[in-house]
Each structure stands twice: as structure tokens, then as C-alpha cells.
């Protein structure tokens, strides 16, 4: 268990709709990052926060969109969905960038 | 471009055989390395990381790596492969905050 928690395990929806992944730092770390984790482009970096504010950003769609709270957990949007956004969705977290990143569990999205 | 590229895809072995995993990566300046490994259906979990000091870095579950500086690498090695080791493994490098991450290479350890 890496102290870093993700909701939901499992999501399944239809095309087009919106959804919320939520995710939840170990104790101590300001740094959260989300990850896509899809069998045809392998594990890809989207965006990190840093003490609720964006520090970088990496292949995220324009339809995905990310904020980190007050209390440091982060949520990742994804609207408008489409069969190929079917994946694995990590989060991590680290006391700062740099340092070791520590997985949740993941989200398994599936779009139908 | 900053890349990462873990030279084999797939690695069949045997119990008891020895695993070396390459992975070579290609950016300027000061950057951290880490090794991950994902056993079926989990999370990522890190094996093993690179910072500065001794380039031999030596894991968890009797895994080590060596950074070789001139040659863009750090291999991961390990022995004696148990069933247990059957993962896929993947390679990161990060610099200012980013973790970039190889393709991955899935191991499986066959009894």
C-alpha cells in the first residue's frame, strides 16, 4: 500500500459523458500527478500539481482538465468522452518534484 | 527530443536464470532515475532510484542498478529470477518534476 488512494476502482460509461477520477496524496506530499495507462501508448504523464497550483503538464487533452484542492486531493475530468480514452488512469504523489512518485491503485475507465 | 527506451519489449527466462533489463535514456543536464515494476494487475510499485553517489543502486526484492553516465544508461539486474518476478517493468527519468517514463518491458518467469 503506497498511502496514495484512488476513486473509483472501476468506471464504465458511454461515449460523450463526463466523469470524475479522484485521487488522494500520501500523507505529507504536495505534489500529485496523473498518469494514463493505455495498452497502445503505454504509460503517458498528463499534468502534475503542486500545492494546488499546475507545475507542468504533459500529453493531456484539452478535454481532460485537472485541480488540486486545499487539502491536496485532485480530481482529473474527463468530458466528452471517447472509446479510445478507454484506459488506466494513475495518480502519484511526492513531497516535491524530483523525488520518488508513489502510485495509487488506479481508475479503470472503460468507455462503451 | 528527451527520450527513454528500454531495449526489449518482452523477456521470456526461466527460474533461477539472470535478468538484465537495458534502458537508455537521452537528456541534457542533472536527472533522477528510477526503476518501477507492475505485477499483474496492481499499481506501480518502485523497485529502485538513482539520485547521485554510488552508481550501483541496490532495490527491494534483490534487484540493482548501475548508472553509467558516460552511456545514458541504468540497467537493472538481478541474478536469480523467481516466478514471483513475472512484471512488467518500466525505466523513468525525470527532470524538473516531469517522469518520463520507457515503453516497458513485460518479464515473465516461466517454473
Known amino acids: 500500500d503506497s498511502g496514495v488512494t484512488q476513486t473509483p476502482k472501476h468506471l464504465i460509461t458511454a461515449t460523450g459523458q463526463r466523469v470524475t477520477l479522484r485521487c488522494s496524496p500520501r500523507s505529507g506530499d504536495l505534489s500529485v500527478y496523473w498518469y494514463q495507462q493505455s495498452l497502445d501508448q503505454g504509460l503517458q504523464f498528463l499534468i502534475q500539481y503542486y500545492n494546488g497550483e499546475e507545475r507542468a503538464k504533459g500529453n493531456i487533452l484539452e478535454r481532460f482538465s485537472a485541480q488540486q484542492f486545499p487539502d491536496l486531493h485532485s480530481e482529473l475530468n474527463l468530458s466528452s468522452l471517447e472509446l479510445g480514452d478507454s484506459a488506466l488512469y494513475f495518480c502519484a504523489s511526492s513531497v516535491d518534484r524530483g523525488n520518488e512518485q508513489f502510485f495509487g491503485p488506479g481508475t479503470r475507465l472503460t468507455v462503451l | 527530443a528527451q527520450s527513454v527506451s528500454q531495449h526489449n519489449h518482452h523477456v521470456i527466462l526461466s527460474e533461477a536464470a539472470s535478468l538484465e533489463l537495458g534502458c537508455n535514456y537521452s537528456?541534457?543536464?542533472?536527472?533522477?532515475l528510477f526503476w518501477y515494476v507492475q505485477y499483474p494487475g496492481q499499481h506501480l510499485q518502485l523497485l529502485l532510484k538513482?539520485?547521485?553517489?554510488?552508481?550501483l543502486v541496490k532495490g527491494i526484492k534483490g534487484f540493482e542498478a548501475e548508472f553509467i553516465k558516460s552511456k545514458f544508461s541504468f540497467n537493472l539486474r538481478k541474478p536469480s529470477v523467481q516466478w514471483s518476478d513475472t512484471a512488467e517493468y518500466f525505466c523513468?527519468?525525470?527532470?524538473?518534476?516531469?517522469?518520463?517514463f520507457g515503453a516497458g518491458t513485460q518479464v515473465v518467469v516461466t517454473p
Open positions: 523513468a527519468v525525470s527532470s524538473w518534476g516531469k517522469l518520463q
Open positions: 538513482y539520485f547521485s553517489g554510488d552508481p
Open positions: 537528456y541534457g543536464g542533472t536527472v533522477n
